[in-house]
Antibody
Framework: QLLLLESGPGLVRPSETLSLTCSVS??????????WVWVRQPPGKGLEWIASIYYGGNSYYNPSLKSRVTMSVDTSKNQFSLKVTSVTAADTAVYYC??????????????WGLGTLVSVSS | QSALTQPASVSGSPGQSITISCTGTSSDVGGYNYVAWYQQHPGKAPKLMIYDVSNRPSGVSDRFSGSKSGNTASLTISGLQAEDEADYYC??????????FGSGTKVIVL
């Protein structure tokens, strides 16, 4: 069973960089069979896809965030991470990490972490 | 990229069937069968309910079904139960190798 757990600071100051990590258990982060994904949800609002990464291959970003977002994989820790630069209050959200295709369901996010709330405030 | 269009809320009585629509364009919903549906209860992570337009993951009730016609996908919940009250989101792969979610629909069980 795949388990995902997000970690990171709960509070980030405006204009700084938000950094989050997703720890993966039950699967190898270096598998080339599925993607790793970040999704966020501002309080009281809907889901927004942020980015996906395929180990050893391409990464894909939401066009509206692409200039500020970087996703990477750390095989030594079996983790993947997200960095969002120059944050504003609009980046306040619950951030979820997820997998795409782990169960063989291409194009769908089949396992999700519990989510972590990140607030942007001075 | 703009969010896919879903009704803000849909309601029904226990035992009834309801349908939630998800309208996109030929660049997303209409162009691919990578349409998925997620259920989200308050304070919880989303749960995959339908993938590839109409397939159910293992463990998901057969009361949930999906379909697509043109640029609009639909999720139908049959035999509505109190536990089905939640927010539902559709998602679709797009021509730019990205994903887009729907605006979300609150299902209310009367």
């Amino acid at each position: 069973q795949l388990l995902l757990l997000e970690s990171g600071p709960g509070l980030v100051r405006p204009s700084e960089t938000l950094s989050l990590t997703c720890s993966v258990s039950g699967a190898s982060i270096s598998s080339t069979t599925y993607y790793w994904v970040w999704v966020r949800q501002p309080p009281g609002k809907g889901l927004e896809w942020i980015a996906s990464i395929y180990y050893g291959g391409n990464s894909y970003y939401n066009p509206s965030l692409k200039s500020r977002v970087t996703m990477s994989v750390d095989t030594s820790k079996n983790q993947f991470s997200l960095k969002v630069t120059s944050v504003t209050a609009a980046d306040t959200a619950v951030y979820y990490c997820a997998s795409e295709g782990y169960s063989g369901y291409d194009g769908a996010f089949d396992f999700w972490g519990l989510g972590t709330l990140v607030s942007v405030s001075s | 990229q703009s969010a896919l269009t879903q009704p803000a809320s849909v309601s029904g009585s226990p035992g009834q069937s309801i349908t939630i629509s998800c309208t996109g364009t030929s660049s997303d919903v209409g162009g691919y069968n990578y349409v998925a549906w997620y259920q989200q209860h308050p304070g919880k992570a989303p749960k995959l309910m339908i993938y590839d337009v109409s397939n159910r993951p293992s463990g998901v009730s057969d009361r949930f079904s999906g379909s697509k016609s043109g640029n609009t996908a639909s999720l139908t919940i049959s035999g509505l139960q109190a536990e089905d009250e939640a927010d539902y989101y559709c998602s679709s792969y797009t021509t730019t190798s990205t994903y887009v979610f729907g605006s979300g629909t609150k299902v209310i069980v009367l």
